[in-house]
């Protein structure tokens, strides 16, 4: 289905495209960036916030913790400094990549199991179905936040995967 090399692309996109957001978000100001443009999770801070601790929830389970909401707690609002949230980013995306760097095709294979931090019934899905779902998850809403920023007069840069360097 996926290979570790596609992995390693995809965590590179992950890194260019997060670095295109921050840039053009630098433009703007806090009020701005925190202001509701009727998105799902309303703003571009809170949008780029819920990434960030997704990638993190994501990437527990892909490194085996069977219950990392324990750990990791999702928050909307945390960080809520965007010079925190640069840093934060940057950070996950070198996690992401070192992830995948040290991946082999081998690893794909099999089940995850976690348990929801709401204790509810245990979840199996195959290892390469949440792969697949941690960068899809990724490309979703970043594709919500670039929208955002075009609308608030930002310029992030395209997102087609030919023009990855």
């Known amino acids: 289905m996926i290979s570790a090399e596609y992995c390693r692309l995809m965590a590179r ?22 202001k509701d443009r009727g998105a799902f ?34 928050s909307l609002t945390n960080p809520s400094d965007w010079d925190s949230f640069k840093a934060l980013r940057m950070q996950r995306n070198e996690e992401i990549e070192e992830w995948s760097t040290l991946l082999l095709d081998a690893d794909l294979n099999g089940t995850l199991v976690w348990y929801p931090g709401d204790g509810s019934t245990r979840v199996e899905k195959p290892k390469t179905l949440c792969v697949i779902q941690l960068f899809n998850h990724q490309t979703h809403h970043r594709g919500q936040v670039h929208a955002m920023l075009t609308a608030a007069g930002a310029e992030p840069e395209p997102t087609d995967l030919h023009m990855l360097a």
């Open 13 to 34: 996109y992950n890194t260019w495209q997060n670095a295109s957001l921050v840039t053009a978000a630098d433009g703007l100001t806090n009020e701005d960036r925190w």
């Open 41 to 74: 999770f309303q703003s571009i801070a809170a949008t780029l916030n819920h990434l960030y601790w997704a990638d993190a929830l994501i990437l527990e389970r892909l490194k085996g913790n069977k219950r990392p909401e324990e750990t990791i707690k999702h």
